[in-house]
């Protein structure tokens, strides 16, 4: 009895330490919130995003190997406000106990006909949210590293203060008559809503549904009637119909405005912060005189 | 009021204009295609054909991202390569054409899915290289026009054999052996047809307007000349209504003229001269003995 005594305590001891040094496995459902759980863990945790870069978040197709990745995750982290309807039958078959951080709540959704909005992160407010509730969450999966995942958090939401205030004065310089540009995607309501930029799709919330002829008629009578000076692609949906748009009605095309994932290491967009630096420079640049 | 309705969205819009310049050009070579589909009991293999395209655009893909026209080159390729393998090995073997090509496009399909896979994103391939209607640029224009020309030249070249060989195949193979040229042609051009349609609608939407004008012409003609010409004024005249359709109704463009074409098809199964069910239920007297 003793002697299996001793030999609890001594696997416990082996164990403790080689605890403490293993790394939190993190699950994110696409690359945004994959960079947020990386600035508030650090080197802390490891973060497998299920959508990876440049990908299509919103019609997106899970591999049996997402199904593993949820099996194996110590914690989840989701954007929710529903976009990510593929998630639910995943879960289900990853029989996965991790638990759920849904990043966005507490953020106040903005509609979209009678859906909300999924796309929160695009406000740098919103961001900081995200960021806050990566940290709680962060916190209650791995007690151990709270001081950590604090003071990673103090960092990055300093970052995010001096980002917001750095989109706010360059739009500053943008005359008002001018504040306003067409984009495929409708994923920047609330980029407008906190900045005061007015975004005008030609296709609706979601990649997934098409224009029809009177959508693109409403909106070349649209930019001719209100003289919008600015048309932008995206790096997801088909650039020719913004294109098309242009020229008939002499709109500038504006550079790429990236909206629901970052590029690779390589790419101009590998980290958030500079996702909404590049947003916001090739705003000012199409919308300057 | 109906100036309004039928003829000032074309003249207001050069998308309009565009849209039904390529809606003509894709009814003048898609139909006459779909005609001789359906007569050699093929329909279905425009459908087959689509998912075989996708290695090709999947490999162009690879080799210089997402770049249309080496998407386009590669899925031509891939669709030829598919379309002439199974035409030989038909030909020369006791197998069908319909299960060889199944057993090729299955297998161009899996090659298509492990080479994007390969690539590791998930970005949707066939959404980027199929484009929108609404969306026609010169150079797109341009080979959908083209295409048409090639398509309406080489069907009057092989026209005779093609004919013969749709209804009496053991006849002409005792007469000519212009049969299997003729018809791996005829498969060229089911290709061509199909990669430009894609450009145009989308993978169902281009299949649509070549089989279903065949469908409804069938109803009203018995020899194939009249077949042809019913075939591509139905296309024309969908094209144009589909259009009328989506501009007035918000409907989708590609859905709304094959939604059109739909229309005439059902008309045409119910009040068809040619076999139509109601010239079934009471045929004219003049048929009575």
Same mark, same amino acid.
């Given at each position: 009895m003793?002697?299996?005594? %001793?030999i609890? %305590?001594?696997?416990l001891l082996?164990?403790l330490?080689?605890r403490?040094q293993?790394?939190?496995?993190?699950?994110a459902?696409f690359s *945004?919130l994959?960079d947020?759980?990386k600035?508030v863990?650090?080197?802390?945790?490891d973060?497998?995003?299920?959508v990876?870069?440049?990908?299509?978040?919103?019609?997106?197709?899970?591999?049996?190997?997402d199904a593993?990745?949820i099996a194996?995750a110590? %914690?989840l982290?989701?954007?929710g406000?529903?976009l990510e309807?593929?998630?639910?039958?995943l879960?289900?078959?990853?029989?996965?106990?991790?638990?759920?951080?849904?990043?966005?709540r507490?953020?106040?959704?903005?509609k979209?006909?009678?859906?909300?909005?999924?796309?929160?992160?695009q406000?740098?407010?919103n961001?900081?949210?995200y960021?806050?509730n990566i940290?709680?969450a962060?916190?209650?999966?791995?007690?151990?590293?709270?001081a950590?995942?604090a003071?990673?958090?103090?960092a990055y939401l300093?970052?995010?203060d001096?980002?917001?205030?750095?989109?706010?004065?360059?739009?500053a310089?943008i005359p008002?008559?001018?504040?306003?540009?067409?984009?495929t995607?409708?994923?920047?309501?609330?980029f407008?809503?906190?900045?005061g930029?007015?975004?005008?799709?030609?296709v609706g919330v979601s990649?997934?549904?098409?224009?029809?002829a009177r959508?693109?008629?409403g909106i070349?009578?649209?930019?001719?009637a209100?003289? *919008?000076?600015a048309?932008?692609?995206?790096?997801i949906s088909?650039?020719r119909?913004?294109?098309?748009?242009s020229t008939?009605t002499?709109a500038r095309?504006?550079?790429t405005?990236?909206?629901?994932s970052l590029?690779d290491e390589?790419?101009p967009?590998?980290?958030?912060?500079?996702?909404?630096?590049?947003?916001i420079?090739?705003?000012?640049?199409?919308l300057?005189? | 009021?109906?100036?309004d309705?039928?003829i000032a969205?074309?003249?207001e819009?050069?998308f309009?204009?565009?849209a039904?310049?390529a809606a003509?050009?894709?009814s003048l070579?898609?139909?006459?295609?779909?005609?001789?589909?359906?007569?050699?009991?093929?329909s279905?293999?425009?459908?087959?054909?689509?998912?075989?395209?996708l290695?090709?655009a999947a490999i162009?893909?690879l080799?210089?991202g997402l770049?249309?026209f080496?998407?386009t080159?590669?899925?031509l390729i891939?669709?030829?390569?598919?379309a002439?393998l199974?035409g030989?090995v038909a030909?020369?073997?006791g197998?069908?054409?319909d299960?060889s090509?199944a057993?090729f496009?299955l297998v161009?399909?899996?090659?298509?899915?492990t080479i994007?896979s390969?690539?590791?994103t998930?970005?949707?391939?066939l959404?980027?290289?199929?484009g929108n209607i609404?969306?026609?640029d010169d150079?797109?224009l341009?080979?959908?026009?083209?295409?048409?020309?090639i398509?309406?030249?080489?069907?009057a070249v092989i026209y005779r054999?093609?004919?013969i060989e749709?209804?009496d195949p053991v006849?002409l193979?005792?007469?000519s052996?212009a049969g299997?040229?003729s018809?791996?042609?005829f498969?060229?051009l089911?290709?061509?047809?199909?990669?430009?349609?894609?450009q145009?609608l989308g993978?169902?939407?281009?299949?649509?307007l070549m089989?279903?004008?065949?469908?409804?012409?069938?109803f009203?003609?018995?020899?194939?000349?009249?077949?042809?010409c019913?075939?591509?004024?139905?296309a024309?005249?969908?094209g144009?209504?589909?259009?009328?359709l989506?501009?007035?109704?918000?409907?989708?463009?590609?859905?709304?003229?094959?939604?059109?074409?739909?229309?005439?098809?059902v008309?045409?199964?119910?009040?068809g001269?040619?076999g139509?069910l109601?010239?079934?239920l009471f045929p004219g007297?003049?048929?009575?003995?």
């Amino acid at each position: 009895m003793r002697r299996f005594q %001793l030999i609890c %305590l001594a696997l416990l001891l082996t164990a403790l330490p080689a605890r403490a040094q293993d790394r939190l496995n993190v699950v994110a459902s696409f690359s *945004i919130l994959g960079d947020f759980v990386k600035n508030v863990g650090g080197d802390r945790v490891d973060v497998t995003t299920l959508v990876g870069p440049n990908g299509d978040v919103h019609v997106y197709t899970p591999a049996p190997a997402d199904a593993k990745k949820i099996a194996d995750a110590k %914690l989840l982290v989701i954007n929710g406000l529903g976009l990510e309807g593929w998630l639910p039958r995943l879960l289900q078959a990853s029989g996965s106990k991790a638990p759920i951080v849904t990043a966005t709540r507490g953020i106040a959704p903005l509609k979209f006909g009678s859906d909300a909005d999924p796309h929160a992160w695009q406000s740098v407010a919103n961001a900081k949210i995200y960021v806050a509730n990566i940290r709680d969450a962060l916190r209650g999966a791995d007690p151990a590293d709270a001081a950590i995942f604090a003071a990673n958090t103090q960092a990055y939401l300093t970052k995010l203060d001096a980002l917001d205030r750095e989109v706010r004065e360059a739009i500053a310089h943008i005359p008002e008559q001018r504040r306003k540009v067409i984009s495929t995607h409708n994923a920047f309501g609330y980029f407008a809503a906190a900045y005061g930029i007015e975004f005008i799709a030609p296709v609706g919330v979601s990649t997934e549904s098409e224009a029809s002829a009177r959508d693109i008629a409403g909106i070349i009578s649209q930019i001719k009637a209100q003289k *919008i000076p600015a048309v932008f692609l995206e790096n997801i949906s088909d650039p020719r119909l913004i294109e098309r748009i242009s020229t008939e009605t002499g709109a500038r095309v504006g550079g790429t405005l990236y909206s629901d994932s970052l590029t690779d290491e390589k790419g101009p967009v590998p980290t958030y912060i500079e996702l909404v630096r590049h947003n916001i420079k090739a705003l000012t640049s199409a919308l300057a005189n | 009021m109906i100036h309004d309705a039928l003829i000032a969205p074309f003249t207001e819009f050069e998308f309009m204009r565009r849209a039904l310049a390529a809606a003509i050009a894709l009814s003048l070579g898609g139909a006459p295609i779909g005609v001789f589909l359906m007569l050699r009991r093929m329909s279905l293999v425009g459908d087959a054909m689509a998912h075989a395209i996708l290695p090709g655009a999947a490999i162009g893909f690879l080799l210089s991202g997402l770049n249309l026209f080496a998407m386009t080159t590669g899925g031509l390729i891939a669709g030829f390569a598919v379309a002439i393998l199974a035409g030989v090995v038909a030909r020369s073997t006791g197998l069908k054409e319909d299960a060889s090509l199944a057993t090729f496009y299955l297998v161009s399909l899996a090659l298509g899915v492990t080479i994007v896979s390969i690539k590791g994103t998930n970005i949707d391939l066939l959404h980027v290289l199929f484009g929108n209607i609404l969306a026609m640029d010169d150079a797109t224009l341009l080979v959908i026009a083209s295409n048409a020309t090639i398509t309406l030249l080489v069907l009057a070249v092989i026209y005779r054999p093609l004919v013969i060989e749709s209804v009496d195949p053991v006849f002409l193979r005792t007469v000519s052996r212009a049969g299997a040229p003729s018809h791996l042609a005829f498969l060229a051009l089911v290709v061509i047809n199909l990669v430009n349609g894609f450009q145009a609608l989308g993978t169902l939407l281009a299949v649509g307007l070549m089989i279903l004008p065949a469908g409804i012409a069938r109803f009203w003609s018995r020899d194939i000349t009249g077949m042809i010409c019913i075939a591509v004024a139905s296309a024309m005249v969908s094209g144009y209504a589909g259009l009328v359709l989506s501009f007035q109704t918000k409907v989708p463009s590609g859905p709304a003229i094959i939604l059109v074409a739909a229309v005439i098809y059902v008309g045409s199964v119910l009040f068809g001269s040619v076999g139509g069910l109601f010239r079934q239920l009471f045929p004219g007297r003049h048929l009575e003995a």
